[in-house]
């Protein structure tokens, strides 16, 4: 009974990651018992330029910034990680990221792999390495589009994008019933945008006076999605 209990303890980590959607059971088990769990806390640095891994990790709860600091001091967010993707400081799969900063945003819990576990178990299978190659692909296109929007949006495009992105369940409809809550402080959300905390608390209280969103301590709340989109690709 102790094992039959403790088996989904082994692959929770790894269920509903894409890339190991047509995967049996028993494949899961092998993979699941190469990539045991960390917990960072929020705030807690996965990764650095001071501190490279060459590890490939697999977050299952919470999110992940990914960003580069430039000579200046100044933040780039180059990639907010949710749950079920993949990222981390792995060349083998064509990913250099040793200049880059991962920061947990909340309590983040990940998968970790190494080098070696990354070889023998996802790329010598054709079905996982063809999709993590698209899914490295995808990350390349969000950081050209991040780059893009740091030069010609404005803040208030920015922020409204970088709140669409951390709403992807809103409905097409745009309109949520009762909003949909995002955990993070204004600091944080300037961090992500690349501004300070005056300038995103500014913006963020014109959007609440629109009523695009309701504000609360250390959360957002998106109440009208289809306008938060459109604000975010006016101009």
Not at 34 to 47: D, I, K, V, W
Not at 120 to 140: S, V
Request: charged share 25%.
């Amino acid at each position: 009974m102790e094992q039959a209990g403790a088996q989904p303890d082994k692959t929770w980590c790894l269920a509903e990651v894409d890339i190991f959607c047509d995967l049996s059971d028993q494949e899961m088990r092998v993979i699941a018992d190469n990539a045991p769990m960390r917990t960072y806390a929020a705030g807690e640095l996965l990764f650095s330029p001071h501190n490279p891994v060459e590890t490939l990790f697999i977050l299952k709860r919470g999110r992940v910034r990914v960003f580069r600091v430039s000579e200046d001091g100044r933040a780039l967010t180059t990639a907010i990680i949710t749950p079920g993707t993949i990222f981390g400081e792995m060349v083998l799969l064509g990913q250099s990221m040793y200049d880059n900063f991962a920061e947990a945003l909340d309590e983040a819990v990940v998968c970790v792999m190494s080098r070696a576990d990354v070889r023998r178990f996802l790329l010598a299978d054709r079905r996982i390495a063809g999709r993590i190659a698209e899914t490295l692909g995808h990350r390349l296109a969000e950081m050209e589009q991040r780059l893009t929007d740091s030069v010609f949006k404005s803040v208030s495009q920015r922020i409204a994008s970088t709140l669409c992105t951390l709403t992807p369940d809103a409905p097409r409809g745009g309109v949520l019933s009762r909003g949909q809550q995002i955990t993070l402080t204004h600091e944080q959300l300037a961090a992500l945008v690349g501004t300070s905390r005056e300038t995103a608390t500014k913006v963020l209280g014109e959007f609440a006076d629109r009523g695009l969103l309701r504000l609360g301590r250390g959360r957002i709340v998106v109440l009208d999605a289809a306008a938060m989109e459109a604000e975010a690709h006016e101009g």
